[in-house]
């Protein structure tokens, strides 16, 4: 390993976006697929304990103190007691997996409505023989209910939420798999299904008329939010069907400008947000490759790109040195430099800079910048300096695994071929070496490790090939921060 004194290192403390990470995973269902779907979870999520169950009553009895995510099918359901499976199991979620094509687009009201049964859920999915199985959903349904737990405790760790409001279990089965996997352990998901629930969530108020600029910042979790996805007509008191989704939009766009707003919607009435909105057709071929490029470049999970008041994208930042020589630029008192720091001065306004790096790991540089509000020269002044100040610290920021400092990346190949990968585990599932390696300015090979769960020497061999890859391409093209 490379030496370092002890007095020229910086720790690294690793954003962990949920503290409480699902323990244990209980399935009691009717359905075969999803029983044999227990052996998806143990293989994608190795950390985690799967109880398959065939009795009702050993359910309902269930006990644990870990996180755990019950799932159920429609004929389940019904014949546990889902009060006391709550009342033993303080950190627990319940999920329906529902073979019901009425509960599969119908709004929470009508399906409770018809099927009682299903308001003992905390999360309901749809599945069927065809697109939705079991197996594709269950790792998603078990996601799903990791961030219900840690959103409901409201951890004091900073939080990234996309929060999506649709009111079909059908449409939330589709799109979720593809969302976790572009996220990757960087952010939680939350479901609404109402205007209502939705309201509560982002400014903990019932209507409109008490949201006030005071009390939506310290209530609610808006704040929190880095990705609006919403349909535009779901349930608003006794509308079923209304357009609440319009009314919702404005409101984001109003007290939380900073927050990019995808609309699922095929309907016509999504073409009026067509100017301040990402356009999302439901079931369009190509639509969710779409998505996730503009996921990557405008919530902060990506590179930070840079675009003038019509969208043409200017610059494209990808990591901290990309961001420090934009910022030169705008300090020069030229054309370009002055229109560059108006640009600048509006992403600051809308807290993008914090945003991107937050995403990225630079928490504590993120909590400094993120109450300012200079402008013009001011703002690139500030951002260069706490930026500079970073940078400098990059290379005494280490990785330490068992013991083990890591600076470089031949450290981190050599570390992942001689340690124990019970001691590498945990660094992997909780996106702490992608979290390191994107500090570093490795991105790209951050997002290559992102999905990567396992266990033994597999692990261990496969992350080390990965990173011996991106070594090579890095120096080859000289790209290495």
């Given at each position: 390993?490379?030496?370092?004194?002890?007095?020229?290192?910086?720790?690294?403390?690793?954003?962990?976006?949920?503290?409480?990470?699902?323990?244990?995973a209980v399935i009691?269902?009717?359905?075969?697929?999803?029983?044999?779907?227990?052996?998806?979870?143990?293989?994608?999520?190795?950390?985690?304990?799967?109880?398959?169950?065939?009795?009702?009553?050993?359910?309902?009895?269930y006990t644990s103190d870990q996180v755990t995510v019950f799932v159920f099918d429609d004929t389940a359901l019904p014949l546990v007691d889902c009060e006391k499976i709550?009342?033993?199991?303080?950190?627990?979620?319940?999920?329906?997996?529902?073979?019901?094509?009425?509960?599969?687009?119908?709004?929470?009201?009508?399906?409770?409505?018809?099927?009682?049964?299903?308001?003992?859920?905390?999360?309901?999915?749809?599945y069927n023989t065809k697109d939705l199985v079991p197996p594709l959903l269950i790792t998603s349904v078990v996601r799903?209910?990791?961030?219900?737990?840690?959103?409901?405790?409201?951890?004091?760790?900073?939080?990234?939420?996309?929060?999506?409001?649709?009111?079909?279990?059908?449409?939330?089965?589709?799109?979720l798999p593809t969302l976790y996997k572009i996220i990757g352990q960087r952010a939680d998901v939350m479901v609404t299904r109402t205007y209502e629930e939705t309201l509560q969530f982002l400014f903990a108020?019932?209507?409109?008329?008490?949201?006030?600029?005071?009390?939506?910042?310290?209530?609610?979790?808006?704040?929190?939010?880095?990705?609006?996805?919403?349909?535009?007509?779901?349930?608003?008191?006794?509308?079923?069907?209304?357009?609440?989704?319009?009314?919702?939009?404005?409101?984001?766009?109003?007290?939380?400008?900073?927050?990019?707003?995808?609309?699922?919607?095929?309907?016509?009435?999504?073409?009026?947000?067509?100017?301040?909105?990402?356009?999302?057709?439901?079931?369009?071929?190509?639509?969710?490759?779409?998505?996730r490029d503009y996921i990557l470049d405008f919530s902060g999970l990506g590179d930070f790109p840079i675009c003038d008041k019509d969208g043409n994208e200017l610059h494209r930042i990808r990591n901290i040195h990309g961001l420090y020589e934009i910022l030169s630029k705008a300090e020069k008192n030229t054309r370009a430099g002055r229109e560059l720091r108006k640009i600048l001065e509006s992403y600051g306004q809308k807290d993008k800079f914090s945003t991107w790096l937050y995403m990225h790991s630079y928490r504590?540089?993120?909590?400094?910048?993120?109450?300012?509000?200079?402008?013009?020269?001011?703002?690139?002044?500030?951002?260069k300096k706490h930026l500079k100040e970073e940078i400098v610290r990059l290379n005494a920021t280490p990785l330490t695994i068992n013991g083990a400092k890591v600076f470089n990346l031949q450290d981190l190949v050599n570390l992942l071929r001689t340690v124990s990968p019970d001691k590498i585990q945990p660094f992997s599932d909780n996106d702490i070496i992608s979290s390191w390696l994107d500090r570093k300015g490795y991105s790209e090979l951050a997002e290559e490790l992102r999905p990567i769960h396992g266990s033994g020497a597999k692990l261990n061999e496969t992350l080390a090939s990965i990173v011996e890859k991106w070594q090579k391409l890095y120096a080859r093209k000289g790209a290495a921060p």
């Amino acid at each position: 390993m490379a030496a370092k004194t002890a007095t020229s290192e910086f720790p690294f403390v690793p954003r962990i976006i949920n503290p409480l990470k699902v323990g244990e995973a209980v399935i009691f269902a009717g359905e075969a697929r999803i029983r044999e779907s227990s052996q998806i979870l143990n293989e994608s999520m190795p950390w985690l304990k799967t109880e398959v169950f065939s009795n009702p009553r050993s359910v309902s009895d269930y006990t644990s103190d870990q996180v755990t995510v019950f799932v159920f099918d429609d004929t389940a359901l019904p014949l546990v007691d889902c009060e006391k499976i709550r009342a033993n199991n303080s950190d627990s979620v319940v999920v329906l997996l529902s073979a019901n094509a009425f509960v599969h687009c119908s709004p929470p009201q009508a399906a409770q409505k018809r099927y009682p049964y299903t308001a003992l859920a905390d999360l309901i999915f749809a599945y069927n023989t065809k697109d939705l199985v079991p197996p594709l959903l269950i790792t998603s349904v078990v996601r799903a209910g990791e961030d219900l737990i840690n959103i409901r405790k409201s951890s004091m760790v900073r939080r990234f939420i996309f929060l999506v409001v649709d009111d079909e279990p059908r449409w939330l089965s589709q799109f979720l798999p593809t969302l976790y996997k572009i996220i990757g352990q960087r952010a939680d998901v939350m479901v609404t299904r109402t205007y209502e629930e939705t309201l509560q969530f982002l400014f903990a108020v019932d209507e409109e008329s008490r949201i006030g600029s005071g009390h939506r910042r310290s209530h609610g979790h808006a704040d929190d939010v880095v990705c609006l996805i919403a349909d535009i007509f779901f349930p608003r008191g006794n509308q079923l069907d209304s357009d609440a989704g319009r009314d919702l939009i404005h409101l984001i766009t109003r007290h939380y400008p900073r927050i990019p707003v995808i609309v699922a919607s095929k309907a016509k009435e999504a073409g009026d947000f067509k100017n301040a909105a990402f356009l999302l057709p439901k079931g369009d071929p190509g639509s969710l490759e779409k998505l996730r490029d503009y996921i990557l470049d405008f919530s902060g999970l990506g590179d930070f790109p840079i675009c003038d008041k019509d969208g043409n994208e200017l610059h494209r930042i990808r990591n901290i040195h990309g961001l420090y020589e934009i910022l030169s630029k705008a300090e020069k008192n030229t054309r370009a430099g002055r229109e560059l720091r108006k640009i600048l001065e509006s992403y600051g306004q809308k807290d993008k800079f914090s945003t991107w790096l937050y995403m990225h790991s630079y928490r504590e540089l993120a909590d400094v910048l993120r109450p300012q509000r200079s402008q013009g020269r001011e703002l690139i002044s500030l951002l260069k300096k706490h930026l500079k100040e970073e940078i400098v610290r990059l290379n005494a920021t280490p990785l330490t695994i068992n013991g083990a400092k890591v600076f470089n990346l031949q450290d981190l190949v050599n570390l992942l071929r001689t340690v124990s990968p019970d001691k590498i585990q945990p660094f992997s599932d909780n996106d702490i070496i992608s979290s390191w390696l994107d500090r570093k300015g490795y991105s790209e090979l951050a997002e290559e490790l992102r999905p990567i769960h396992g266990s033994g020497a597999k692990l261990n061999e496969t992350l080390a090939s990965i990173v011996e890859k991106w070594q090579k391409l890095y120096a080859r093209k000289g790209a290495a921060p």
